[in-house]
């Protein structure tokens, strides 16, 4: 998910703040990818329900991801397209924490997620007038 080329800039260059705050973007993608699975494995009722939900909606999440807010996405729709997926996968992440009865842990999620993207999103806007 993290990576590559966002924006124009490659993703890891620049003061190690910034490089930390990507590496934090990684960390949180991989982690709502696995609150994901690990919500649908504890949701369903029977074993092919847990198994289509476990592995069915990280998979969504990671071709939603792909296509429209990865560095190299096929499909760029733009800054609010991207944040929209954002809110969806990521957001998705902290919504399955809660659902599996970890409400700290949601709002921790959620509050790191969106600080961690504005830091992002503010960089990439201020480098990308920089070039």
Known sequence: MAGGQAHGRPALDGPP???????????????ALGALAWWGFA???????SLLLGLGAPAVAIVLWGQFAAPKAKRPPGLPGVLLVKALVLGGGAVALYGLGHPVAAVIAAVVVVGNTAVLEIFRKQAGAAA
Not at 19 to 27: D, G, S, T, Y
Not at 43 to 49: I, R
């Open 17 to 31: 703040w910034v490089v930390a705050n990507e590496l934090l973007a990684f960390v949180i993608e991989m982690g």
């Open 43 to 49: 949701t369903g009722d029977g074993v092919l329900l």
